[in-house]
């Protein structure tokens, strides 16, 4: 077909998920892991949610050692904090260059395989299931794929070059659990609104060869992960008034469960990683500063991994990022707990 040549079938979806299945047990945690969050969405609990983990998941084993700590971590702040770890095995690239993640190289340092990349993809959801009781968050980068996931994960975020298309708004309107829409590059509001708006609402379209009918999610929401300029400078939409502009903008119209999630990393941090320390804690002064961003101010995403930075793919450094600069464990760990201090002593009605 054109320039395009055909190299191999992929299993279905349906084959996929029949040969590396959740067995029942997994699938009840899973079902707690989702309740719990419906209810973060919901304003049913008012737990901060903290989506974390490392730009891109290149290996499972220092995924599945990074969420391990996390669930160490985890049982000190579940008071007042909810996980949900981010494991994000495919990666939008700028230019179109450079590593695209676990689904096109399961291996980073070795061709592009597609077809084991689709196993080790659901194979590393699962096993952090398995292994940490978490279930996950990855981005809906090609919502054909979505089939090979979507019993496995609990949280879909779909990213700023994504969030314009057709596609992507009407498949998040057929997911069952919360999708975050990102502020497109060029950091409009609107668009970023007209997409939450589209996947709340009920839809019919052609998908994966069949005609499907789909009954909108309401707990589509909002995530704020800064913009680019006209010169491509970055700037940031995680300040009050930036949060407090979209509140109003929410307020226009009427939407489910109005909810931001704040992204400290990306075009908020300018990619200085070490930001998200500073970041993450002006949004939680914030809340305490006015209600309404209390209420609107769902969770945060922060990117984090073993070791501090970045590397390239074939750097040999266990858990440190191939892709965007992360936080290393020893900075999230304290940074975690920063946070949860704060949320505690807010709760609390302590002067901070």
């Not at 690239?93 to 291996?107: F, N």
């Not at 969030?163 to 502020?183: C, D, F, T, Y």
């Not at 040999?316 to 600069?325: A, L, R």
């Amino acid at each position: 077909m054109g320039n395009m040549e055909f190299i191999r079938k992929v299993d279905l979806p349906k084959t996929i998920r029949e040969k590396y299945p959740l067995d029942d047990d997994l699938k009840k945690i899973k079902a707690e892991n989702d309740l719990a969050l419906r209810k973060i969405f919901t304003g049913e609990d008012d737990r901060l949610l903290l989506i974390i983990g490392p730009c891109s998941a290149d290996r499972e084993d220092a995924v599945i050692d990074y969420c391990k700590r996390l669930r160490r971590l985890y049982e000190e702040v579940k008071d007042v904090l909810f996980f949900v770890p981010r494991v994000y095995t495919n990666k939008p690239r700028t230019t179109g260059e450079g590593y695209k993640g676990m689904l096109h190289q399961p291996d980073p340092k070795a061709d592009v395989d597609m077809v084991k990349g689709v196993i080790a993809v659901r194979k590393l959801h699962i096993d952090v299931l398995k292994e940490t009781g978490f279930s996950t968050a990855d981005e809906m980068l090609y919502p054909d794929n979505f089939r090979y996931l979507y019993d496995v994960l609990s949280y879909q975020a779909v990213g700023a070059r994504s969030v314009e298309n057709q596609e992507h708004r009407l498949v998040a309107s057929g997911i069952e659990g919360p999708v975050g829409m990102k502020n497109p590059t060029s950091g409009d509001y609107k668009v970023m609104l007209n997409s939450v708006n589209a996947a709340q609402h009920p839809h019919k379209f052609i998908y994966r060869g069949w005609e499907v009918e789909t009954k909108g999610n309401e707990l589509t929401h909002c995530i704020l992960r800064g913009y680019t300029n006209k010169h491509g400078d970055s700037n940031p939409n995680y300040h009050y008034e930036d949060i407090l502009r979209l509140i109003n903008m929410y307020g226009e119209d009427k939407y489910h469960n109005p909810a931001i999630i704040v992204d400290c990393n990306h075009n908020n941090s300018g990619k200085l990683y070490e930001e998200q320390i500073r970041i993450a804690k002006e949004v939680l002064h914030s809340t305490r500063h006015n209600p309404l961003i209390y209420k609107y101010v769902k969770g945060l995403m922060i990117e984090s991994y073993l070791e501090d930075g970045c590397q390239k793919p074939d750097g040999g450094v266990y858990g440190k990022s191939i892709t965007d600069p992360c936080l290393g464990w020893e900075k999230t760990e304290k940074l975690v707990r920063e946070i949860a201090d704060l949320r505690r002593r807010f709760k609390n009605g302590e002067q901070i």
